[in-house]
């Protein structure tokens, strides 16, 4: 089988030495799953261990092009990219087709790629273990075949692998059907200590797009367990102290978060886009806790109408705001409605394509973050203290807003009108309800020194990741 390969090296400090341990780190081609196993990687070789990282050749593409410094400067990590079997035109927002073609084509490509690295390194360079997302956990099998040890990262809350497992149980006792249907309309727990799941807010649900949702429903049901029978080691973006009772029903799992950049160059995170850090000087000028972070990850997208909402709403608020915008947030005018919107603000808010979230999240002028609840989003805003008005859309993004405003008490969510639309008037008076509140301003810094310690010498994921470490070195 041919394939190609291109091949990056990522800049970095010091000299670049030979290493013995070498792991190689694969995630599923999306934004969410690619930042965290990214900034795992950095964590990893600070431990003197050489990353090979693979993406597919479209996202090694995009990774490369938002790079902001192209330095000689040599790093252990190296990107690296294969085939996922589409031509360049295709659309990978079908994630039905995106899925089918990457699990018929990727997986050749990978284990031709470990041969070849292992062909070119002496012995002690071999590919030693493989680090992946269980979202591609052909790569796993792969591993498995060629007698490669395994660690899988669930990128999701724990409490999304927790609900995963139970599948079988649920179908079994009759509260869901085996294509992931509520029998009826209530409210599925899987413990008193876990807030629960609605029917219309399942790990699976993708209002309006039943094709993908089926697709979630079938990896959740079908894979995940086997998935994570066959890894050695197991992984999750999160720290123990944040849901201990869901890691509790975890056999076996590592909480390692919260994964963060921290001092690392901004362009290290794995962005599809380049990262506007002219946002962080407009801040520098804001009074401290002033501003509305808006921001709705690399998914999300709006109608027009929803989308012009979201806008006055912010402008009725009479306060500061930082908002990211991608360009393909809408299939409306949206050019020519910012060049309008812009004139009207008078330099109150600004509005950008992409940012160094944690970065925004860390400055002392942000005053809460308006969110999809996003895995990495709600973790981001949990380590640097910031209250969340929740939006969620898809997925595993209703649960965490149940985890945010019922079980942590850090947030609010926003309510739709009869018309399932977000009026601009909502969101005027959710973020003026959230502002004012003291109580969820008091323990969003009690989770926020939770996080900190979780990760400092001592604490729960610097013990798991320790642990993690000696072990995939002998």
């Known amino acids: 089988m041919c394939f190609r390969i291109k091949a990056l090296i990522i800049c970095g400090q010091g000299v670049m030495e030979k290493q013995p341990i070498h792991v190689l780190v694969i995630p599923f081609p999306a934004q969410g799953h690619l930042a965290p196993l990214m900034k795992l990687s950095h964590k990893i070789v600070d ?74 390194n002496d012995d002690d360079d071999q590919i030693s273990c ?49 294509k992931g249907t509520p029998r009826e309309n ?28 089926n697709i979630v429903f079938e990896f959740h049901a079908f894979k995940v367990n086997h998935y994570v029978r066959l890894c050695n080691w197991l992984l999750c973006n999160s720290f123990y102290e944040l849901d201990s009772p869901t890691c509790d029903l975890i056999p076996g799992i590592k909480p390692v978060g919260p994964l963060l950049l921290g001092n690392e ?3 290290h995170a794995g962005s599809f886009w380049p990262q506007d850090s002219t946002c962080l000087s407009w801040l ?96 981001e805003g949990i380590s640097m ?10 997925t595993d993004q209703f649960h965490n807003k149940s985890y945010i ?19 601009r008037h909502e969101i005027k008076t959710k973020i003026e309800t959230l502002l004012s509140n003291d109580g969820i301003k008091t323990n969003a810094l009690k989770l926020k020194e939770m996080a900190k310690k979780s990760v400092i010498d001592g604490g729960s994921s610097f013990k798991n990741f320790k642990s993690f470490i000696e072990q995939i070195k002998h």
Not at 410 to 416: C, D, N, V, Y
């Open 265 to 267: 160059l901004g362009n």
């Open 130 to 178: 493989i680090i992946a997302d269980p979202t591609v956990g052909w790569a796993l099998e792969v591993a498995e075949k060629m007698g490669i040890k395994r660690a899988a990262v669930w990128t999701a809350g724990p409490a999304n692998l927790a609900f995963a497992l139970h599948i079988p149980k649920l179908i079994e006792e009759g509260i869901i059907d085996i």
């Open 186 to 213: 209530n409210l599925i727990w899987l413990s008193k200590d876990i807030p629960a799941w609605s029917s219309s807010g399942l790990p699976w649900s993708c209002p309006g797009d039943s094709k993908t949702q």
């Open 284 to 379: 520098d000028k804001q009074p401290v806790r002033s501003v509305i972070y808006v921001a709705f990850g690399s998914l999300v997208t709006f109608s027009q109408q929803q989308f012009d909402e979201v806008a006055l709403g912010l402008e009725l608020i009479a306060k500061p705001f930082l908002w990211v915008v991608r360009s393909d947030i809408t299939d409306g005018a949206l050019a020519e409605f910012l060049l309008v919107f812009r004139t009207r603000l008078n330099d109150r808010g600004i509005i950008v394509e992409w940012v160094p979230q944690e970065k925004v999240l860390d400055h002392p002028s942000i005053a809460c973050f308006l969110s999809h609840c996003g895995w990495n989003s709600t973790l």
């Open 47 to 120: 431990h003197g261990i050489n990353v090979t990282f693979v993406n597919t050749e479209f996202i090694h593409a995009k990774l490369t092009a938002s790079m902001a410094v192209k330095s000689e400067e040599k790093s252990p990590i190296r990107l690296v990219s294969i085939p996922d079997g589409l031509e360049p035109g295709d659309d990978r927002n079908d994630t039905p087709k995106l899925i089918e073609s990457i699990e018929k084509v990727m997986p050749g490509h990978l284990k031709d790629l470990i041969e070849k690295i292992n062909q070119s």
């Open 405 to 423: 405003c019922d079980a942590w008490k850090i947030g609010l969510g926003l309510t739709p009108d009869e018309n399932g639309l977000i009026t």
């Open 385 to 394: 203290g910031v209250p969340f008005l929740c939006w969620p859309f898809f």
